[in-house]
């Protein structure tokens, strides 16, 4: 059974740093379609980074530049790396694996950008 458990979220002041986690169990993420997502309230579900099996990396416009995606293939985690942040960047955040047909979701994480 694939599960992805998402971590890192939090409060942090406007240009501050965060690192999310994505530990992988069920599969291997060196070897699947990996992303990033996520949701304000009142909006819907956007694409922010994702990475394939060959470590080409695609970003959001809004956060080129500032959010770094990138695996560790020995701890099977994803994590999303995001500076200067920003407070239209609050939302929860969802690891995503594509596995074969299948999309697979993290639980989320809540990222709050506020001073």
């Known amino acids: 059974q694939v599960q992805l458990v998402e971590s890192g979220g939090g409060l942090v002041q406007p240009g501050g740093s965060l690192r999310l986690s994505c530990a992988a169990s069920?599969?291997?993420?060196?070897?699947?379609?990996m992303g990033w997502y996520r949701q304000a309230p009142g909006k819907q579900r956007e694409l922010v980074a994702t990475?394939?099996?060959?470590?080409?990396?695609n970003y959001l416009d809004s956060v080129k530049g500032r959010f770094t995606i990138y695996r560790d293939n020995a701890k099977n985690t994803v994590y999303l790396r995001m500076n200067s942040l920003k407070p239209e960047d609050t939302a929860v955040y969802y690891c995503?694996?594509?596995?074969?047909?299948?999309?697979?979701w993290g639980q989320g994480t809540l990222v709050t950008v506020s001073s």
């Open positions: 990475i394939t099996s060959d470590g080409s990396t």
């Open positions: 995503n694996a594509a596995v074969g047909l299948r999309q697979v």
């Open positions: 069920g599969i291997i993420v060196r070897l699947n379609p």
